[in-house]
């Protein structure tokens, strides 16, 4: 393999940090290597908001769990997708600025592809990571707390900081559950691939002392009720269309 | 700075191939470290689907666009937002699938860390890569094509293939209109990043021979009318919930 190739196989989510800051320089590396992943059109629909105001960290931590960490990590980010910026410019022309879904799904894309490179450039300065989609839990009140202007999106947040754990790595579906050819395989494929699957989830479960049970048995508590509802409302008021 | 970064670095959108093939080999080891993305509770819910079949690709490529690469690169990948293996876990379980615009944005989110890393795996084998969104000029028909069932949202398309150009990297927005502290700047700092990078952009555009503009120019094109309609509907019919 390669060092690149290398450095995603080291991934794991980190949830404890020692007390060391991320320097500066290294975000404006990690900012810049982000920023080199492809963006549609060179749209580049997405901002990052550095939280470094302790107050707002703590209100931003007790809305997404509580967890702790969002507080306590070296440094906290939240990714957004970030339509005003053409807003701002469409409007100087005097035009109206007009969207469908396509400009909140590119934002979302396009925030990702940078997020994910952005996260990989952090780990490979040393530091450990963990995306926080628990920021999507009540984003009226995040809204309020950064005080976001319209067609400012945020999707979710990034702990950074210096590892005081080694977590060890959770199993992926194969491969071959993930990539197909041509088209999308049967109910019967995608059933055999599930059982596969939960066999290596137990087991991994098993090994960490934890309660044995199987990915298929988190997935049908997971998506028999719709999460988070309210989202939609919440993009649409500021400036997103969703149609 | 290291490896990884510089691979990061070394990214440029490459639209031209030679006729090498792309190895399954490579193909294995990019799933793998794309998988190694992060993904939200270890739902995984995207997949990939390598179009082999020549006429397909054919016509995949008339429909986005038309853009003849993406039938004769080395391997084309269209990434998608996969919904469906959840879908048939809850109804095997006897309960009924349901869902937010939680579960499409988390697909979304999830596909795009994983493509990030799918996208530098092969760029750090030698490979060159372009994201192709010209798929979403017709996924009503890229679904046709694919004979898609409910729950598989196609979001964009990958051309992967050994480089016959190398081309030179586009200007990104400077990391301090990018990066903001605990809120999102004033309008007139805004415009002040923006007028600030019209004027890298124009540079690199003349020293490539193009007609000068501005990017700003083209964004208040690109979002005075409301792109690729239908969007939303054409997801809600695969049975995503975008509310």
Known sequence: MNPTIDQMH???????YTDDPVSAEHITQAMRA?????????????????ITDSTKRQQIADLAGPQQKVHDCGAFFIICADLRKHMLIVEKTGQQYDSSLEAF????????LFAQNFNLAFESLGYGTCYIGGIRNDLPLLDKILNLPQGVCPLYGLCVGVPDESPSSRPRLAPDAMLFENTYPTDAETHAGINRYDEAYTTYLTERGAQPSTWSAAIAKKFSYAARPGLGDFFRSKGASLD
Chains 1, 2 share one sequence.
Not at 10 to 16: E, I, Y
Request: with cysteine.
């Open 10 to 16: 080291a991934h794991r989510s980190v949830r404890k």
């Open 34 to 50: 982000g920023q080199m992943a492809a963006t549609s059109s060179a749209v580049q629909p997405y901002c990052v908001i550095h």
């Open 105 to 112: 799904l590119v934002g979302t894309i396009d925030a990702s």
